[in-house]
């Protein structure tokens, strides 16, 4: 079976069967860089946590270290994050939103885009909102 012509990060042969009629597997292809780099940052923006809240998350876990080793006081620790279980589904609520904020203007403009096209005779649908 064909291998990759491709490189692992670590030196060593790529084991990926190539794409048929190509040297290299869809990872290695120099003609999808792009996609891949372009998929890689959607992935990245889906998965990865705010700043803020990747800040909020080592404090949290900070605090836990000092608890369990005995530095912080239990109490001022149980305080403290309350607040910033308070601040973080602040900052949840505030993503939430511009999410839908987001969603609306996408949707106004299919409306107005079908709006457009049906104006134009071309479909049979109508969009009442």
């Known amino acids: 079976m064909a291998q990759c012509a491709g490189l692992k990060a670590k030196g060593g042969r790529c084991t990926t069967p190539p794409l048929r009629g190509e040297e ?9 860089a792009d996609t891949r780099r372009r998929n890689a940052a959607r992935s990245h923006k889906t998965r990865s946590a705010s700043p803020e809240i990747a800040r909020i998350k080592d404090k949290l876990a900070t605090l836990a270290d000092e608890v369990m080793e005995g530095v912080a006081d239990r109490g001022d ?10 601040y973080l589904r602040a900052v949840t609520v505030e993503s939430k939103l511009k999410e839908q904020l987001e969603l ?12 457009r096209q049906q104006q134009k005779g071309g479909g049979g649908y109508s969009f009442t909102g």
């Not at 290299?24 to 999808?32: D, F, L, Q, T």
């Not at 609306?104 to 709006?115: D, K, N, S, V, W």
């Open 24 to 32: 290299w597997c869809y990872g290695h292809h120099p003609a999808y």
């Open 104 to 115: 609306e203007g996408r949707i106004e403009e299919l409306a107005a885009a079908l709006e």
């Open 77 to 86: 620790a149980a305080v403290a994050a309350q607040v910033f279980n308070v």
